[in-house]
């Protein structure tokens, strides 16, 4: 079974730090997606990577950064936390290429709340 | 643009049938795929459509019209645990990799 892991379940940041969100995936999967869950919006793609060191905006990527360096970790970096990023984010991987059938496994989330 | 656009929430009976329409304004996707969201939970998928027709897995079946660019998901047999929200999703045709849309999700609630 595929295993998704995110570092945290629950994260209590403050404005203006930088906040980091790990996750890890061990089923050497290339594409690493992160997406934001919120209420009535349903799950908006921050950014994703196709393989190591390779990223791509996705709808939402303002105020954030990513970073795969192995291709097993995926990580958000939230450069200036501000309020409106408080939410639910999730990770996901997919095996490679662009077969739309691949089913995406999602960790477990990491609900951030930013003071 | 690309949307999915899916009822925000549906309630239905124990025992009964409940479909849940999702329909799509875009150049195109690859298939329709469905998840399963339970509260607290992370989504699961349920389920794929490539080709237009209905594909049936266990209680749940999909079905995909790519000419209508409407798919639903049919639940048969509800039980309590099938209360969750449930999500429709695509892959742009023109996306540079396994990029996925989702819709805003539809909220199932299930009464005894």
């Known amino acids: 079974d595929v295993k998704v892991t995110q570092s945290s379940r629950y994260l209590v940041k403050r404005t203006g730090e930088k906040v980091f969100l790990e996750c890890v995936q061990d089923?050497?999967?290339?594409?690493m997606f992160w997406y934001r869950q919120d209420p009535g919006l349903g799950l908006r793609l921050i950014y994703f990577s196709y393989d190591v060191k390779m990223k791509e905006k996705g709808d939402i990527p303002e105020g954030y950064s990513v970073s795969r360096e192995k291709k097993e970790r995926f990580s958000l970096i939230l450069e200036s936390a501000s309020t409106n990023q408080t939410s639910m984010y999730l990770c996901?991987?997919?095996?490679?290429?662009?077969?739309?059938?691949?089913?995406?496994?999602f960790g477990d989330g990491t609900r951030l709340s930013i003071l | 643009g690309q949307s999915l656009e899916q009822p925000s929430e549906v309630t239905a009976v124990e025992g009964a049938i409940v479909q849940i329409n999702c329909t799509y304004q875009t150049s195109g996707f690859y298939g329709l795929s469905w998840y399963q969201q339970h509260d607290g939970g992370a989504p699961t998928f349920l389920s794929y459509n490539a080709l237009d027709g209905l594909e049936e897995t266990g209680r749940f079946s999909s079905f995909l019209s790519r000419s209508d660019s409407y798919g639903y998901l049919l639940l048969q047999e509800l039980q309590m645990k099938d209360s969750a929200s449930y999500f429709c999703a695509g892959t742009p045709r023109y996306s540079s990799a396994s990029k996925i849309i989702f819709g805003s999700g539809t909220r199932l609630s299930i009464r005894p």
């Open positions: 089923m050497d999967h290339e594409n």
């Open positions: 996901a991987s997919t095996m490679g290429g662009r077969r739309a059938d691949q089913p995406q496994h």
